[in-house]
């Protein structure tokens, strides 16, 4: 008989198991790694940029190639001016700007209204020494200015505000190149344009043009200086009045200084937003001006003093007539001149 066929519900044969994996063995580095103490695993991982506690990664805006921190950061973004673009470019010339007619007017005319106020009011208090007094013993209230600064540094006193402009400008161009990014620090960043860095900076007004006309006036001054000493010997008596004489030529360099100043105060104004560093200039330039103003003062009342106790009307009113033509009114022709064409566009505000 055949044998009966195996039942469907009979379990099949078994088939051997599977042998079990064999342990597998840490790794070269994981055993380094699982020996080394644990202030160098820290270190290692810090040096990698993922240790406990460092700050994540800084997202940038998209299409920005500038890394969020380091040398090569971002620069801030210029603040953009609503004035036009003619007024920002005057600016940062070397032009004379001023903000309006008013200011260019009283600049004219306020300094030598004071000059002529002060020289007059001692000729009309005039009482002169007596012949034979030493001049030289006698003392008004301002004989310290008069001895020590004005006839030691007289001519050269306008050079000090016109040199703060200078430096001033030079110290804030040589910070703003310090420690703004310029195009070679910034040439290893993709997409970087050196124009994006380079932003306008007050320019100083009529630097050259300036001191060639204050060396003009301190060299005509001291010719007719020699001259008059020269005639005065000839004729025995005084014409004119040196000290006033010196005292105009003084008041005409000041005068012209403190145009050249507010012009700069102004630039740095319409230009703040473009350069860190104008508010300091700006500051330094308004601190220049109103010492030239104080010194000011002090000329006006040392030549009161003058006209006043050590000479006749006559020398006084000479030297002032003298030093009007000669000094003062050419200095507010070429005043007048730069300064109606540093007017705003559309000649200022009335």
């Known amino acids: 008989m055949k044998a009966p066929p195996p039942s469907s519900t009979q379990p099949p044969p078994s ?16 055993q380094l790694h699982h020996r080394q103490p644990h202030h160098q695993q820290q270190q290692q991982q810090e040096r990698q940029g993922c240790g406990m506690g460092a700050p994540p990664p800084q997202p940038q805006p998209p299409g920005s190639y500038y890394p ?36 260019l007017a009283a600049l004219l005319a306020v300094p030598l209204a004071l000059w002529g106020c002060a020289v007059g009011a001692g ?51 040589a910070a703003a190149r310090l420690f703004t990014p310029t195009s070679s620090s910034m040439r290893v960043v993709r997409g970087m344009r050196p124009a994006a860095v380079q932003q306008p900076r007050p320019g100083v007004t009529l630097p050259l043009l300036s001191l060639a006309v204050y060396g003009a006036i301190i060299a005509v001054r001291v010719l007719l200086y ?3 000493l020269s ?8 014409v004119v009045s040196d000290h006033l004489f010196l005292g105009a030529s003084v008041v005409a360099c000041f ?63 000479g030297a002032l007539a003298v030093g009007a033509a000669v000094f003062q009114l050419p200095v507010v022709v070429w005043m007048w001149l730069h300064g109606r064409r540093g007017l705003p566009r559309g000649g200022g505000k009335p």
């Open 15 to 30: 088939s051997p198991s599977p042998a079990p994996p064999p342990p597998q063995q840490p790794h070269a580095s994981s």
């Open 68 to 103: 969020a921190k380091g040398p090569y950061a971002a620069p801030p973004q210029p603040q953009y001016s609503p004035l036009p673009a003619a007024l920002l470019a005057d600016a940062a010339s070397s032009q004379a700007l001023l903000p309006s007619r008013t200011a």
């Open 123 to 173: 000729v009309a208090a005039a009482e002169p020494l007596k012949e034979g007094a030493a001049r030289r013993d006698f003392e008004h209230p301002l004989i310290g200015f008069d001895r020590y600064v004005f006839r030691v540094w007289g001519p050269l006193l306008p050079l000090a505000p016109y040199l703060v402009r200078i430096a001033a400008a030079a110290a804030g161009n």
């Open 226 to 228: 020699l001259g008059h």
């Open 231 to 238: 005639f005065q010997r000839a004729v025995a008596r005084v």
């Open 255 to 317: 005068q012209a200084e403190l145009l050249m100043c507010l012009s700069d105060i102004y630039k740095a104004e319409l230009l703040r937003g473009s350069d860190p560093w104008v508010g300091a200039r700006q500051l330094t330039v308004v601190a220049a001006m109103v010492t030239s103003m104080f010194v000011l003062v002090f000329v006006y009342g040392d030549m009161y003093c003058t006209a006043r106790w050590y000479h006749e009307p006559a020398e006084s009113l």
